[in-house]
């Protein structure tokens, strides 16, 4: 089993990370030309809807796809249950999207957002249909399948989306995106996996699921009312044009940012279930891949920070530099973010779902006063009270997971520390270097590319000098050697 799971796991971490470059590049590229196509207006407008529907992450298979990870044994009853009840939930909310569009659309005092809420509805059952293969295809650990299946339903939804914006379709351009991804995801994920349903329905099976995925729903509930109380206070009462420079940003940042441990962590997720009992096994992957996910996350955004005014109206247009302060105090959100990643799966592998549920509630509520106390200074005062929220709340993540490992904290804040040190001096580099290019008059493009090559080559000299032992992290993830039972985490 253990040398079954090495394999899996290097192939799997070939296979993602082929596609989460291959969709980074897609997502990337599609917002870009969407944000170019369309004024903050229609961005925003488009925005408010998708507040709502992100519901569908929630409800979708109400989190049963995550319990069928991660029981050990599956019999037909327990995925054709699932099935069923992801089918019925996919219905039930999609009905209950189309009634409430109305009065969604009048509480954000938008009438426009009413057919566009109306019509993303369709998500919940289009999606629902494939919630279950997916999540078969994600237990088996059969990830060129998957992988390459999400890349092409990503491609498909991007197309979608630029072809509307071209033809002027405005914020329709964003829910054809929505629509089209998940209906052509859909339809593969059926054509992939070889399991089709039964009418069978075992409530033996419903309690098991039950009882691992309810505090799951309730977690992922919270996250959801976090992720989106900003956007929703923002677009009430600073207006869609406020909400089209903020969204920019959040897209620009904390979505790119939480993409980027997903390599590993949807390759992990799965064999950390297979591994639930072992957690001194899971506790030396868990070292190795935070700084592995800090390693690309921290240098990253900090580089960020300091281009941001170079960043945003070479990339996006000079319509978006409004945006440039907040994405600029939300790269330090998706540094914490991203970090934390792997510490939710892990928490999942255990079983300790209640534990999960506890600390995002507290999550949530911290956030969301963060946020309607920066609303009082605009779209920079919310992302500012994000930043400050997510510094107090986020590291209580990290101690509920030792505390689940039975390990010291301190692992984690190692295993990250040397990486931290290279990317803030890089970045006092770059910013130096920037400066002096703003007063030799070197246009803002040039600028743009002159930093990012310089911030590469300081922090790759910097890591080889305070983090020699990435290679060796490197090596153990894509070398076929996971870590063994009995070997501590790996310090720095």
């Given at each position: 089993?253990?040398?079954?799971?090495?394999?899996?796991?290097t192939r799997g971490l070939g296979w993602v990370g082929f596609s989460q470059v291959a969709l980074q590049v897609i997502r990337t590229g599609g917002a870009i030309v969407v944000a170019r196509l369309l004024a903050p207006e229609e961005y925003g407008l488009a925005m408010l809807a998708l507040v709502f529907a992100s519901l569908v992450l929630v409800f979708s298979d109400l989190a049963l796809g995550a319990a069928l990870v991660q029981r050990k044994n599956l019999t037909e009853g327990d995925r054709s249950t699932a099935f069923w009840i992801t089918i019925g939930s996919g219905i039930v909310f999609t009905v209950?999207?189309?009634?409430?569009?109305?009065?969604?659309?009048?509480?954000?005092?938008?009438?426009?957002?009413r057919p566009l809420l109306a019509v993303l509805s369709l998500s919940f059952i289009i999606t629902a249909l494939g919630a279950t293969q997916q999540s078969l295809l994600l237990r088996e650990m059969n990830f060129r399948r998957l992988e390459t299946l999400t890349v092409v339903g990503t491609l498909a939804g991007t197309v979608a989306a630029v072809t509307v914006a071209i033809a002027g379709g405005g914020a329709w351009a964003i829910i054809a995106q929505q629509l089209a991804g998940a209906l052509i995801?859909?339809?593969l994920m059926w054509r992939a996996s070889s399991w089709r349903p039964t009418l069978t329905f075992s409530l033996e099976s419903a309690r098991f699921l039950a009882n691992f995925s309810g505090f799951l729903v309730g977690s992922r509930l919270m996250y959801y009312l976090h992720q989106n109380a900003d956007r929703f206070l923002i677009g009430r009462y600073l207006g869609t044009a406020s909400l089209g420079a903020y969204a920019v940003a959040?897209?620009?940042?904390?979505?790119?940012?939480?993409?980027?441990a997903q390599p590993i962590q949807r390759v992990l997720a799965?064999?950390?279930?297979?591994?639930?009992?072992?957690?001194e096994r899971i506790a030396a992957a868990w070292a190795r891949v935070?700084?592995?996910?800090?390693?690309?996350?921290i240098p990253g955004l900090i580089g960020v920070v300091v281009v941001a005014p170079d960043l945003v109206p070479v990339v996006l247009g000079d319509q978006w530099l409004a945006a440039v302060p907040v994405v600029q105090l939300l790269a330090w959100v998706g540094i914490l973010q991203a970090l934390q990643t792997v510490n939710v799966d892990i928490l999942m592998a255990r079983g300790r779902t209640r534990t999960l549920f506890k600390f995002t509630t507290c999550f949530c509520i911290a956030h969301v006063i963060a946020f309607v106390i920066g609303l009082q200074w605009g779209i920079v005062g919310v992302a500012a009270a994000y930043a400050i929220s997510s510094t107090?709340?986020?590291?209580?993540?990290?101690v509920l997971t030792a505390r689940s490992l039975g390990v010291s904290p301190w692992i984690f804040v190692r295993s990250v520390l040397g990486v931290a040190q290279s990317a803030v001096v890089m970045g006092v580099v770059v910013f130096g270097a920037r400066v002096v290019m703003v007063d030799a008059g070197v246009p803002a493009a040039v600028r743009l590319v002159a930093a990012t090559a310089l911030g590469a080559v300081v922090f790759a000299g910097l890591c080889a000098w305070r983090v020699p032992e990435i290679l060796r992290d490197l090596r153990s993830l894509l070398g076929n050697r996971l870590p063994v039972r009995g070997v501590a985490p790996a310090e720095s």
């Amino acid at each position: 089993m253990t040398d079954d799971i090495r394999s899996r796991v290097t192939r799997g971490l070939g296979w993602v990370g082929f596609s989460q470059v291959a969709l980074q590049v897609i997502r990337t590229g599609g917002a870009i030309v969407v944000a170019r196509l369309l004024a903050p207006e229609e961005y925003g407008l488009a925005m408010l809807a998708l507040v709502f529907a992100s519901l569908v992450l929630v409800f979708s298979d109400l989190a049963l796809g995550a319990a069928l990870v991660q029981r050990k044994n599956l019999t037909e009853g327990d995925r054709s249950t699932a099935f069923w009840i992801t089918i019925g939930s996919g219905i039930v909310f999609t009905v209950l999207g189309f009634a409430l569009s109305g009065p969604v659309a009048a509480l954000y005092g938008e009438p426009d957002v009413r057919p566009l809420l109306a019509v993303l509805s369709l998500s919940f059952i289009i999606t629902a249909l494939g919630a279950t293969q997916q999540s078969l295809l994600l237990r088996e650990m059969n990830f060129r399948r998957l992988e390459t299946l999400t890349v092409v339903g990503t491609l498909a939804g991007t197309v979608a989306a630029v072809t509307v914006a071209i033809a002027g379709g405005g914020a329709w351009a964003i829910i054809a995106q929505q629509l089209a991804g998940a209906l052509i995801t859909s339809i593969l994920m059926w054509r992939a996996s070889s399991w089709r349903p039964t009418l069978t329905f075992s409530l033996e099976s419903a309690r098991f699921l039950a009882n691992f995925s309810g505090f799951l729903v309730g977690s992922r509930l919270m996250y959801y009312l976090h992720q989106n109380a900003d956007r929703f206070l923002i677009g009430r009462y600073l207006g869609t044009a406020s909400l089209g420079a903020y969204a920019v940003a959040y897209n620009v940042m904390l979505a790119p940012a939480a993409r980027i441990a997903q390599p590993i962590q949807r390759v992990l997720a799965p064999a950390f279930a297979r591994m639930q009992d072992e957690p001194e096994r899971i506790a030396a992957a868990w070292a190795r891949v935070t700084r592995l996910v800090g390693m690309v996350t921290i240098p990253g955004l900090i580089g960020v920070v300091v281009v941001a005014p170079d960043l945003v109206p070479v990339v996006l247009g000079d319509q978006w530099l409004a945006a440039v302060p907040v994405v600029q105090l939300l790269a330090w959100v998706g540094i914490l973010q991203a970090l934390q990643t792997v510490n939710v799966d892990i928490l999942m592998a255990r079983g300790r779902t209640r534990t999960l549920f506890k600390f995002t509630t507290c999550f949530c509520i911290a956030h969301v006063i963060a946020f309607v106390i920066g609303l009082q200074w605009g779209i920079v005062g919310v992302a500012a009270a994000y930043a400050i929220s997510s510094t107090v709340v986020e590291p209580f993540l990290t101690v509920l997971t030792a505390r689940s490992l039975g390990v010291s904290p301190w692992i984690f804040v190692r295993s990250v520390l040397g990486v931290a040190q290279s990317a803030v001096v890089m970045g006092v580099v770059v910013f130096g270097a920037r400066v002096v290019m703003v007063d030799a008059g070197v246009p803002a493009a040039v600028r743009l590319v002159a930093a990012t090559a310089l911030g590469a080559v300081v922090f790759a000299g910097l890591c080889a000098w305070r983090v020699p032992e990435i290679l060796r992290d490197l090596r153990s993830l894509l070398g076929n050697r996971l870590p063994v039972r009995g070997v501590a985490p790996a310090e720095s």
